[in-house]
């Protein structure tokens, strides 16, 4: 049975709770802005500040506050994935580089869509963010398990179209 004593105190709790994650989230953003913008000056110190809370406010509107906690398990095999995708994006950005340093610029821009086998929406964003790391591609948009994306050659589309990418972030996620 709750008290009204006991209520008040569980709502106090939550309260104290909500406001020191608050304060955590405030000041890791704000020292990161600090440290990305490198700069100290007055008016960029205040848009710095107003760009944080813009960034919490949001946030907040997008319930990106909840208590109910997200536990992504992903264990060790991003260090699996890790080495392959860096392999690729040096492999990509050698490509990239003898395109524009070819007089002809051989690029032939092409759209594909990609299905994503991916089970969680974490799969599907690590899956498009690792296709725009990649030089030469990027990812235009994300719907369910459909992914948009921007090849600079056809070449660059036929590599992702083998599916690979996509295989490699699918056994990310197994088991979480």
């Given amino acids: 049975m709750t008290t ?19 304060i955590i989230t405030f000041t890791a953003l704000a020292a990161v802005w600090l440290l990305w913008s490198g700069r100290q000056e007055t008016n960029l110190l205040v848009f710095g500040f107003l760009s944080v809370l813009l960034v919490m406010g949001i946030s907040h509107r997008m319930d990106q506050f909840s208590d109910t906690p997200r536990v992504y398990r992903l264990g060790l095999r991003p260090l699996l994935y890790a ?7 040096v492999k990509t950005n050698i490509q990239v580089a003898l395109i524009i340093l070819n007089p002809r610029l051989p690029i032939a821009p092409c759209l594909i869509r990609l299905r994503a ?12 963010n690792s296709i725009t790391f990649t030089p030469g591609t990027i990812t235009l948009d994300v719907r369910d398990d459909i ?3 921007h090849n600079l050659t056809q070449e660059m589309a036929d590599d992702l179209l083998t599916n690979e990418m996509d295989r490699r972030v699918t056994r990310l996620e197994r088991d979480t």
């Fill in 83 to 89: 080495p392959w995708l860096l392999k690729e994006i």
């Fill in 147 to 149: 992914i948009l994306v």
């Fill in 4 to 22: 009204a004593r006991t209520h008040r105190f569980e709502m106090h709790t939550y309260c104290r709770v909500g406001m020191i994650r608050n």
């Fill in 117 to 128: 086998s991916q089970s969680t929406d974490l799969g599907r964003v690590i899956y498009a």
